[in-house]
Nanobody
Framework: QVQLMESGGGSVQVGGSLRLSCAAS????????MGWFRQRPGKEREEVAR????????YYRESLKGRFVVSRDNAKNTLHLEMNNLQVEDTAMYYC????????????????WGQGTQVTVSS
């Protein structure tokens, strides 16, 4: 089991940027696929991005390509999400998740979740 804690959320205006971070409690981070998800008001949770344990094999939600960048620092057990040119529709609770059971590749077996960090974008 790994504990995940997100930070970096907040309120920004349209066009602004935020960098989210997710700190993991255990060394299993380095052998886990990590992902970012979000739940917008009134919507189902959706995957934003994922990255395998090696730092490549990156996936982005199609509509977010070019604005969001996921990265990880295995030495610091930390996952990041750089969000640029934010839009009102990016307003959501953002969660990080870990797939610790797939040997570092991403197979969608998300078994650990953080509590989330709120991002609010206003016009």
């Amino acid at each position: 089991q790994v504990q995940l804690m997100e930070s970096g959320g907040g309120s920004v205006q349209v066009g602004g940027s935020l960098r989210l971070s997710c700190a993991a409690s255990a060394d299993v981070f380095g052998t886990s696929c990590m992902g970012w998800f979000r739940q917008r008001p009134g919507k189902e949770r959706e995957e934003v991005a994922r990255i395998n344990s090696y730092g490549y094999g990156v996936y982005y939600r199609e509509s977010l390509k070019g604005r969001f960048v996921v990265s990880r620092d295995n030495a610091k057990n930390t996952l990041h999400l750089e969000m640029n040119n934010l839009q009102v529709e990016d307003t959501a609770m953002y969660y990080c998740a870990a797939d610790t059971r797939s040997g570092g590749v991403c197979r969608g077996k998300w078994d650990n979740w953080g509590q989330g960090t709120q991002v609010t974008v206003s016009s």
